[in-house]
C-alpha cells in the first residue's frame, strides 16, 4: 500500500526520497555508536503499524442516470470540468457514457473537455504535481484509449518524476519540508485549476450562444422565405384569375363573378406563425359601386380570435372594379404556415 499524508497518496519519489534519507542516518549511526558490551536485558516493543485507510468508493458507481446527468450539467455549469477528484463534469460524463454509450451529448461534452484535461496533466507535471497529472492522465485514458497524446504524457510524467526523485535524493529534503512543499502544490493547482476551468467554461459559453443566434437568425430567414413565397404564389393566382375574367364574356357584375382588382394577402400573425397554428376565416363584406370595400365584418372563424384581426385588416383593403349598385359577399380567407 502507498502511504498517505493529509488523505493522499504519496508521490513514488517522495518514498525513494524518505527511504534514502533513512538509510542514511541508520548507517551514520552504526558507524558511530561503540560496540555494546552486552545485549540489552529487553528491547521496547515495535510500534503497531497503522493500516492504510480502504479506497475510497466511486460515488459515481452509485448515481442513476438522472442523477448522473443533473451531477454533469451542475458541475460543468460550476466550472468544476475535471477537479475535484470524484466531484467534476469529466468523472460524471464518463460514468454517464458507460451506462449509455449511444448519447450523442455525452460524447459531445467528452470531445470538448479532452483538449483542457491533457492542458492540466501538462501543467500538473511542470508543478511536479505527478499524483494528480496521474489522476488526469487516466480521465483521459477513460474517455480515449487512443488518444495521441496519451503515450507522450506517460513518458514525460515518468521522466520528470524520475528526475525529482533524483533531485530531492541528493538534496536530502527533510519530511516537514516536503509536506511544506507539497502543500504549496496544492494551492497552486486548485488556483490554476479553478481559473483554466472558469476560462473554459466561460469560452464554451460564448460558443453555445453563437450557435444558438445563428439557429434563431436561420429560423427567422426560413420564415421570411415562406412569407415571400406565400406572396408570390398569391400574386400568380390573382393574375391566373384576372386572365380568366378576361377571356369571358362581359356580363353584369354578381356576387360569383365580382373582379378583384388587388386583393392583398393577410398579414400572417407573429404566435401563430411561431407556433405553426392554421386557421380559417370567413369574412362578410359590402362592394361600393366604385369597387371599394365597407363594413366587413367575421362571420365565422376557426379558431376564434386567433386571425379575425388580421383577416378584417385585409379585406378592408381589397379593390374591386366598379359595379353598377353595392354587392354584399362572403369570401373565406385561410392562413396555412409555410404557405
Not at 114 to 134: C, G, K, Y
Not at 278 to 288: D, K, M, N, Q, S
Not at 318 to 336: H, K, L
Request: with cysteine; aromatic share 4%.
Amino acid at each position: 500500500m502507498v502511504s498517505t499524508h493529509e488523505g493522499r497518496p504519496r508521490p513514488h519519489w517522495y518514498r525513494l526520497a524518505v527511504g534514502a534519507g533513512l538509510a542514511c542516518a541508520l548507517l551514520a549511526c552504526s558507524r558511530d555508536e561503540p560496540e555494546p558490551a552486552a545485549p540489552p536485558a529487553a528491547e521496547p516493543a515495535a510500534p503497531a503499524v497503522q493500516q492504510p485507510p480502504p479506497a475510497e468508493v466511486d460515488q459515481t458507481a452509485k448515481m442513476s442516470v438522472e442523477e448522473l446527468r443533473e451531477a454533469a450539467s451542475k458541475a460543468y455549469q460550476e466550472s468544476r470540468l475535471y477537479s475535484p477528484a470524484g466531484d467534476n463534469a469529466m468523472e460524471y460524463y464518463l460514468r454517464l457514457r458507460e451506462r449509455q454509450p449511444g448519447d450523442a451529448g455525452v460524447s459531445s461534452a467528452l470531445t470538448d473537455l479532452l483538449p483542457m484535461t491533457v492542458i492540466a496533466t501538462e501543467q500538473s507535471r511542470d508543478r511536479e504535481d505527478f499524483e494528480e497529472a496521474r489522476r488526469l492522465l487516466a480521465l483521459i485514458q477513460r474517455a480515449d484509449e487512443e488518444h495521441p497524446a496519451l503515450q507522450r504524457l506517460t513518458a514525460s510524467i515518468d521522466t520528470a518524476e524520475e528526475s525529482a526523485a533524483q533531485r530531492i535524493a541528493q538534496q536530502e529534503l527533510t519530511a516537514e519540508q516536503e509536506a511544506q512543499r507539497q502543500a504549496q502544490l496544492e494551492q497552486e493547482r486548485q488556483r490554476q485549476q479553478q481559473q483554466q476551468q472558469e476560462q473554459a467554461a466561460r469560452e464554451l459559453a460564448a460558443q453555445q450562444e453563437a450557435e444558438r443566434e445563428a439557429a434563431a437568425a436561420e429560423q427567422q430567414a426560413a420564415a421570411q422565405r415562406a412569407a415571400e413565397q406565400r406572396a408570390a404564389e398569391q400574386r400568380a393566382a390573382e393574375q391566373r384569375a384576372a386572365e380568366q375574367r378576361a377571356a369571358q364574356p362581359a356580363a353584369a357584375p354578381t356576387a360569383a363573378d365580382l373582379r378583384p382588382i388587388s386583393t392583398p394577402a393577410p398579414r400572417y400573425p407573429v404566435e401563430a406563425l411561431r407556433s405553426g397554428q392554421a386557421g380559417e376565416v370567413l369574412v362578410e363584406f359590402t362592394i361600393a359601386p366604385d369597387g371599394s370595400v365597407s363594413n366587413a365584418r367575421v362571420v365565422r372563424a376557426d379558431p376564434p380570435r386567433v386571425f379575425d384581426r388580421e383577416a378584417v385588416s385585409a379585406v378592408r383593403r381589397w379593390r374591386f372594379e366598379p359595379v353598377g349598385e353595392p354587392v354584399t359577399t362572403r369570401r373565406s380567407i385561410a392562413f396555412t404556415p409555410g404557405g
